[in-house]
């Protein structure tokens, strides 16, 4: 997994909850990416860091916001979870040639 | 929009066949095209990829053709076997940025 992991693997909620996922990589990449992955959609990018504190929005930003505040850390919030962003939830990274993307072991997350 | 159409959704084949996955892509741009496989429950691994100034790459029993004036480019799996039985994701990049197709589940019958 390239050094990377996920944290909760697994999270229940309720909706309007506030959600927080963590992605911590132990290879000090600089680029890091959050996806989501849904039936029928493939992987689709939230949102992703080239930096401490710099960070973009991708496809699918909508209802999640991000930080990265160490290189290894990169913390994905949903600050009110809807049942629509019940999902399984991928953090990955670049590694020096940026187009190679390694992906962590995921965390499904449930919104009831 | 979506950039990267995948197809067939779902293949069925026999120990020894050679499925093939196909992709197509819109923006011209791209400039580098990855294949991932993934297994239930764990995350996408790259497989192989090829840049669009290579028409075929090979790595073991996995190929990538490329046809860049079609805009379009597959994976073949030589001599399949039950184990390669999983979920394929093609995707395309531009800018650090990676955009998928929807996959295909491929399965693998001895």
């Known amino acids: 997994d390239a050094g990377i992991t996920q944290s909760p693997r697994h999270k229940v909620t309720e909706t309007g909850t506030p959600v927080t996922l963590r992605c911590h990589q132990t290879?000090?990449?600089?680029?890091m990416y959050w996806y989501r992955q849904d039936p029928g959609h493939g992987l689709r990018l939230i949102h992703y860091?080239?930096?401490?504190?710099?960070?973009d929005k991708g496809e699918v930003s909508d209802g999640y916001s991000v930080s990265r505040s160490k290189t290894e850390d990169f913390l994905l919030t949903l600050e009110s979870a809807t049942s629509s962003q019940t999902s399984v939830y991928f953090c990955a990274i670049s590694t020096a040639s940026l187009n190679e993307q390694f992906f962590g072991p995921g965390t499904r997350l449930t919104v009831l | 929009q979506q950039q990267v159409k995948q197809s067939p959704q779902s293949l069925i084949v026999q120990k020894g066949g050679i499925p093939i996955i196909n992709c197509a892509y819109e923006?011209?741009?791209?400039?580098?095209f990855p294949w991932y496989q993934q297994f239930p429950g764990k995350g996408p691994a790259l497989l192989i990829a090829?840049?669009?100034?290579?028409s075929e790459k090979k790595e073991g029993r996995f190929t990538i053709s490329f046809n860049k004036s079609a805009k379009q480019f597959s994976l073949h799996i030589m001599d399949s076997q039950p184990g390669d039985s999983a979920t394929y994701f093609c995707a395309a990049s531009l800018n650090e940025k990676l955009t998928f197709g929807t996959g295909t589940r491929l399965t693998i019958i001895p």
């Open positions: 860091s080239y930096g401490v504190k710099d960070t």
């Open positions: 923006n011209t741009a791209f400039d580098y």
């Open positions: 290879e000090n990449h600089r680029y």
């Open positions: 090829i840049r669009p100034d290579v």
